[in-house]
């Protein structure tokens, strides 16, 4: 699920966290980095059980509708069915692995706040998306997996409600939530009908050598605080740490630290992983500027022979 550019802003807000709560201790950073990570997961389980809170939704209003003993006018019943007989929600519903997962880690609250859990479900049915679907006579797994990405992409990724209610449980959720719609759109898409409850429970993380590239960007950023400033201060004359932007300090640093202390990673993925997240969570110029910065101590470093390069490397 994450890559590393995910990682690097991960490491971002740990040291921009730290620098907020004017507290150095190396420890609580790499803990609050580990714990950051882990919650990312947590959220990626939260959307995939409001999907199950949906279908929930839906099967009790057809039980209620199925006790009637006259059908209303316009009653809507075999549309119910048709949503309730979904089968890639049938799948998240009966996968055992996940409800595990989700009761290991307490997500299973939205009952807690189903006011979201209906706003969703009114919107899904208020949609076309949802009113064309019923009206096909198509079906298979295929129609019903479209239906779910649909829905998933129209209307509860870019749900400001839902949003909000995440923003508010987890700070550091407000960055997440873009790259977990993201990833779990495109998992949603890859599902097939005989895939395995473990497809829904992706890895976090490539490998272990992820989470210690985590650690070590964190630690050695940290460590060497004072002499990365003196690299900086020495490529720009005017040097004010009060004037130029918090974020941009961290990501030049990380970057820094990243080009001495990091030899399998080539210097020009490194400047360009800083330069794109600069764009996403600094100023419009700050790009500009830290690539400068960044452009003059790779020629440095490389006269001076302190750049220890091997093989292409991994983003």
């Given at each position: ?15 921009y ?54 059908a ?14 979904n089968?890639?929600?049938l ?7 996940l ?35 019923m ?8 129609k019903d997996?479209?239906l779910?990405?649909?829905?998933f992409?129209?209307?509860i990724?870019?749900?400001?409600k ?55 960007l ?23 740490k ?10 030049m ?36 500027f830290i ?25």
């Open positions: 699920m994450l890559t590393r550019r995910h990682i690097r802003v991960k490491v971002m807000q740990s040291i966290a730290l620098i907020q709560s004017k507290d150095d201790s190396l420890e609580k950073q790499k803990k609050f980095l580990d714990v950051s990570i882990e919650n990312m997961y947590s959220l990626y389980l939260l959307l995939l059980s409001l999907l199950i809170e949906v279908h929930q939704m839906a099967d009790n209003q057809l039980k209620l509708s199925s006790k009637k003993y006259i209303t006018a316009g009653d809507d019943l075999p549309f119910k069915e048709k949503f309730v007989a089968k890639l929600l799948q998240l519903v009966n996968n055992e692995q409800k595990e997962e989700l009761e290991i880690r307490k997500l299973n609250n939205w009952y807690l706040n189903e006011e979201y859990v209906k706003l969703i479900y009114k919107s899904i049915l208020e949609s076309n998306i949802y009113l064309k679907y009206h096909t006579k198509d079906n298979s797994y295929d997996k479209e779910i990405v649909d829905l992409k129209e209307i990724a870019p749900n400001e839902i949003y909000d209610y995440f923003e508010d449980d987890k700070l550091t959720w407000v960055d997440d939530i873009p790259i977990v719609n993201t990833y779990l759109l495109k998992h949603l898409k890859k599902v097939k009908e005989n895939s395995r409850d473990a497809f829904f429970l992706p890895s976090l993380i490539k490998d272990e050598e992820d989470m210690q590239y985590a650690q070590k964190l630690s050695k950023t940290l460590l060497t605080n004072d002499d990365l400033e003196k690299e900086i201060e020495g490529k720009t004359p005017n040097w004010d009060d004037r130029i932007a918090g974020i941009d300090a961290i990501l640093k990380m970057a820094i630290c990243e080009l001495l202390n990091f030899p399998s990673i080539p210097e020009k993925v490194t400047i360009n992983e800083y330069l794109e997240i600069a764009k996403e969570y600094s100023t419009p110029k700050s790009s500009i690539n400068g910065i960044l452009d003059k101590l790779v020629k440095e470093y490389k006269k001076e022979g302190k750049l220890n390069k091997i093989g292409r490397g991994l983003l």
